[in-house]
Nanobody, 121 residues
Framework: QVQLVESGGGLVQPGGSLRLACKTS????????VGWFRQASGREREGVAC????????YHADAVKGRFTLSRDDAENTVYLQMDNLKPEDTGVYYC??????????????WGQGTQVTVSS
């Protein structure tokens, strides 16, 4: 069974930083692409970044390039999302998900429970 547990959300001022963590299992990292998504109130879930299981490649959505960075620590079975220079429009619930197949932002098979990020002064 695939389990994904997010942590690290909170309240931060504009321009600040947060690092989110997605704790999972070695089996998940070996067999699924893992992606980060966000969902603002009243809006659809949006893909942010993804890492592949096959070659550990990492991809970022254009909307966050230069500010957000996905990294992975396979020894800890954890995928991180470093978020810098945060803006109020980054506010939302951040989820990690697992997808059979290559990286993409559709058709995810498993989801974590999400962690709230609020950017406000």
């Amino acid at each position: 069974q695939v389990q994904l547990v997010e942590s690290g959300g909170g309240l931060v001022q504009p321009g600040g930083s947060l690092r989110l963590a997605c704790k999972t299992s070695r089996s998940t990292l070996d067999n699924y692409a893992v992606g980060w998504f966000r969902q603002a109130s009243g809006r659809e879930r949006e893909g942010v970044a993804c890492t592949e299981n096959r070659d550990r490649s990492i991809y970022h959505a254009d909307a966050v390039k230069g500010r957000f960075t996905l990294s992975r620590d396979d020894a800890e079975n954890t995928v991180y999302l470093q978020m810098d220079n945060l803006k109020p429009e980054d506010t939302g619930v951040y989820y990690c998900g697992a997808r059979a197949g290559p990286c993409g932002f559709v058709k995810y098979d498993f989801w974590g429970q999400g962690t709230q990020v609020t950017v406000s002064s």
